[in-house]
């Protein structure tokens, strides 16, 4: 199960980048015309608004941090290891967080790899614990 929590997490952080940078990519010129340095320069006014969604909605997104989280989960997973309860409900809390503020995008994905992160596998301690 985390295996394939790591895999969702990763799966999901790589489309959403995948779909910011293609819906970014023919503006870049626009967005950026003095280059990306300038991108997040304060302050943020209107005219720098269509500059700072672009940057928010990319590489200063939560996919990122999420894109680590999944290959964590699941280089521990193949190591078998298995991450702590806390680290789903952790995703989980986030999760129902980030749908409250933002109800209509793609955080919902989030739901299923948190639940399976959450999920206490019965036997899965007494293995261990046995060996």
């Given at each position: 199960m985390h295996v394939w929590a790591g895999?969702?997490?990763?799966?999901?952080?790589?489309g959403h980048l995948?779909?910011?940078?293609?819906?970014l990519i023919p503006q870049l010129t626009v967005l950026a015309p003095?280059?990306?340095?300038?991108?997040?320069?304060?302050?943020?006014?209107?005219p720098q608004m269509d500059r700072q969604a672009a940057f928010w909605s990319s590489l200063g997104s939560f996919a990122g941090a999420q894109l680590l989280w999944g290959?964590?989960?699941?280089?521990a997973a193949q190591a078998g290891q298995r991450p702590s309860r806390?680290?789903?409900l952790a995703l989980l809390v986030l999760t129902a967080l980030q749908v409250t503020l933002a109800p209509y995008s793609g955080f919902w994905l989030n739901f299923l790899p948190?639940?399976?992160?959450s999920a206490n596998v019965?036997?899965?301690?007494?293995?261990?614990?046995?060996s």
């Amino acid at each position: 199960m985390h295996v394939w929590a790591g895999r969702l997490l990763i799966g999901i952080a790589v489309g959403h980048l995948l779909l910011a940078f293609a819906s970014l990519i023919p503006q870049l010129t626009v967005l950026a015309p003095d280059g990306l340095p300038g991108v997040i320069s304060a302050p943020w006014h209107p005219p720098q608004m269509d500059r700072q969604a672009a940057f928010w909605s990319s590489l200063g997104s939560f996919a990122g941090a999420q894109l680590l989280w999944g290959i964590w989960v699941l280089a521990a997973a193949q190591a078998g290891q298995r991450p702590s309860r806390g680290t789903g409900l952790a995703l989980l809390v986030l999760t129902a967080l980030q749908v409250t503020l933002a109800p209509y995008s793609g955080f919902w994905l989030n739901f299923l790899p948190a639940l399976l992160l959450s999920a206490n596998v019965p036997g899965s301690r007494g293995a261990e614990a046995t060996s």
